[in-house]
């Protein structure tokens, strides 16, 4: 980045690491940093890989203030968020903001639908719901909404992914549903609702309804009685009818002003079996805001948490609640969230179709913006729970940042990593002299972790953009400086000063012979080289850190050794 981009990252990354130490009365914290400077500023994606080091520095210094000196900086640079601050509740730490009416508790749900496993928008969800959780020693409920076996099929296979997911975040559900196990349970309501006037059977065609729903006038069907409509609706339980030859409809006001809340429809007939045996046999499906709204009042929800764009929902239902009887739970509206650095979108549908193709190896593939990935990769759940409680719920739209995950992950990481080396494309470079093996030590913060040998048999393979020119040294790490001759390295010495005073490059090497062939797989496509001979006593699951390459985890120590790149 030139110059005058990188003043506004530090001017940017100051505010944030100010507001981040003020707020929180501590040092300041890149992870948090990183997750509004990217999301507020979109055009600094593209130095992404430089961005953390720039930040990581500003909040050094940051750090290195005394707390009144932050909040005067603070004053001076942002006094609009130092005034927001003062504003909250003292002793408010929490990034979330409080819920509301929590005094007879709380009890929040997640309601995936199967239809395959989560990508990482998914996340965000049980990281809100799994936090209040534990704030408020509430309830967590996992409902799995599958009771569409048309449009967004259940994947059979995706119930048992999502719950892992749900794990791998850190959180564990005090309850599982399957709304399909329910069917019986919402026809029942649907019968009461029907005895209290709050529907009818509709046999008319899509499109003369919504003609008719649009123009505000009553289908021919809206004034029929009770007892005809549960005959009918009966009918539809017994799989009398195929699809599209009849609906049950909520009765609301044919004249509202907002269409989509005109006599909408609870339940319609489906032909296509569901793929769960215990559901096949079934053909009257509830839409979703029956269902959904049925099974939030059973369950005891008291505040949802749902998408800006599905305000439509939470009018919907209120016509049943209103029948019912029942309070409608709190509810909190968010905007949607993206998420930078991949080239695939955020669909599940997308994903799944780019698998079938060939185009991804699966959902695992570490170009796929899949928790799957992330977790093969190397990132710990909390790395994303973090992050994505950083985004609060704005209803406004907003942006993940990977770098901000990264940050996150390198805290939780970096302590536990042994380093060693690993070398793309390598070069041969036959050593003249100094001694039989480098020993970099195994962590460079962790000396009682001891020293990793690494073998010196002769020659030494390094990556082409390190050979230096003829008569120019370089410093193997663990080993010592060596001299460029001819075409080969004259050992030289182990004086770090070289390094220190004289600015001699440091460079990762392995030995000629002897080292672990590996392919390591990145978002950006596999890379292919050879790590020190020490990985073959690493084991499989371990994250490790490729001095100057990055964190990976080892995913097979086998004739082929395989890593999957996390991040640098």
Request: proline share 7%; net charge negative.
């Amino acid at each position: 980045m030139d110059s005058e981009l990188r003043d506004r990252v530090e001017r940017a990354a100051r505010t944030h690491a100010l507001l981040n130490a003020v707020k929180y009365e501590s040092d300041a914290d890149v992870g948090a940093v990183m997750g509004p400077l990217m999301g507020e500023n979109p055009e600094f994606r593209e130095h992404a890989d430089e961005i953390p080091g720039v930040v990581g520095g500003v909040v050094s210094e940051v750090n290195g203030l005394s707390d009144a000196e932050r909040r005067d900086e603070l004053a001076d640079l942002a006094p609009e968020k130092l005034d927001e601050l003062e504003r909250e509740d003292e002793g408010d730490d929490h990034p979330l903001p409080d819920l509301s009416n929590v005094e007879d508790g709380v009890v929040m749900r997640a309601a995936p639908n199967p239809n395959g496993p989560w990508h990482l928008g998914h996340a965000r969800m049980p990281a809100v719901i799994g936090t209040y959780k534990e704030r408020y020693d509430g309830r967590f409920i996992c409902r799995f909404d599958d009771t569409d076996p048309e449009t967004k099929r259940p994947d059979l296979e995706a119930y048992d992914a999502i719950l892992d997911a749900i794990d791998y975040l850190g959180f564990e559900p005090d309850a599982v549903l399957r709304a399909s196990d329910r069917l019986e349970t919402y026809y029942d309501h649907a019968r009461e609702l029907i005895d209290r006037g709050g529907a009818y059977t509709c046999s008319c065609p899509g499109a003369e309804f919504s003609e008719l729903k649009n123009a505000g006038e009553p289908c021919p069907h809206r004034g029929k009685e009770p007892e005809r409509t549960r005959e009918e609706f009966e009918a539809m339980v017994d799989g009398e009818y195929s699809a599209g030859e009849m609906t049950l409809r909520v009765r609301t006001d044919i004249t509202h002003k907002n269409p989509a809340l005109r006599d909408w429809v609870a339940f319609r007939m489906i032909d296509r079996p569901h793929p769960r045996p215990e559901a096949a046999d079934y053909r009257c499906w509830p839409m979703l805001d029956f269902q959904s709204g049925v099974d939030d009042h059973l369950t005891g929800v008291t505040h949802i948490i749902r998408g800006i764009d599905l305000q439509d929902s939470a009018k919907r239902q209120r016509f049943v609640y209103d029948y019912f009887d029942w309070e409608y739970p709190e509810v909190v509206h968010w905007g949607h969230v993206q998420v930078d650095e991949y080239d695939v979108s955020l669909s599940t549908s997308t994903i799944k179709e780019l698998i079938d193709d060939g185009k991804l190896d699966g959902w695992d593939d570490p170009r796929a913006p899949t928790l799957a990935s992330l977790r093969r990769r190397g990132i710990r759940g909390q790395a994303i729970v973090d992050a994505m409680i950083e985004l609060g719920t704005s209803t406004s739209n907003v942006e993940l940042s990977m770098s901000a995950v990264y940050a996150n992950n390198r805290d939780l990481i970096d302590d536990d990593a042994d380093r060693h080396f690993f070398v793309r494309d390598g070069v041969e470079v036959a050593v003249d002299g100094g001694p039989d093996a480098g020993r970099p030590p195994v962590h460079p913060e962790h000396e009682e972790r001891g020293r990793r040998e690494v073998p010196v048999p002769g020659a030494v393979l390094i990556e082409p953009a390190d050979v230096p020119a003829a008569g120019e040294r370089v410093w193997l790490k663990g080993f010592g400086c060596v001299r460029r001759v001819d075409e080969g390295f004259e050992y030289v010495g182990d004086d770090i000063a070289a390094v220190r005073e004289e600015d001699v490059p440091v460079i990762h090497w392995v030995p000629a012979e002897g080292g672990v062939p590996l392919r390591l797989r990145t978002p950006d496509g596999d890379v292919i080289g050879v790590a020190e001979p020490a990985l073959a006593d690493a084991a499989v699951d371990d994250v490790v850190q490729f001095e100057r390459v990055g964190f990976a985890r080892i995913d097979a120590l086998d004739d082929d050794a395989v890593a999957y790149f996390a991040h640098e």
